[in-house]
């Protein structure tokens, strides 16, 4: 019988719950506002980890500064991660800011921009929407 995820997607699953913990523990990021561990792409063999995170704070500058701070962080939270994973090999740590969050976000506002516009221009939209409704 096959597995329903392969060992890999497990231990990048595994890797992205310590690298939260160390991240929200260990790592100084206060300044930068809340850091999310997005997802973990492994490579097949477990030696290389490409982590992607957000941010709730859309600053670009901000983000440039956490995102150095983390790769320049990765070898301590790598022998971190070593010290809580039995892994006979920790992978190297690559840090990537995750756009689809504020993208998403962008996208809904100029969605919600559209109808609200598209409704002022034709109000005889809203009354059909509201006997649809009822």
Excluded: H
Excluded at 1 to 8: I, L, Y
Excluded at 39 to 49: G, H, K, N, Q, T
């Amino acid at each position: 019988m096959a597995r329903e995820f392969s060992r890999s997607r497990r231990v990048a699953q595994q890797i992205q719950k310590e690298l939260a913990t160390i991240v929200m523990r260990e790592i100084k990021a206060g300044e930068f506002g809340m850091i999310t561990i997005n997802e973990v792409d492994l490579s097949r063999d477990l030696s290389y980890a490409k982590v992607y995170f957000t941010q709730l704070n859309d600053d670009s500058e901000l983000i440039k500064k956490a995102l150095t701070l983390l790769n320049e962080s990765s070898p301590y939270i790598r022998s971190l991660m070593g010290s809580k994973m039995r892994l006979r090999i920790v992978p190297e740590l690559k840090f990537y800011y995750d756009k689809s969050l504020s993208e998403g976000i962008r996208m809904t506002n100029l969605v919600n921009q559209a109808v609200r516009i598209d409704k002022q221009n034709n109000p005889e939209l809203d009354a059909d929407d509201a006997s649809d409704e009822s």
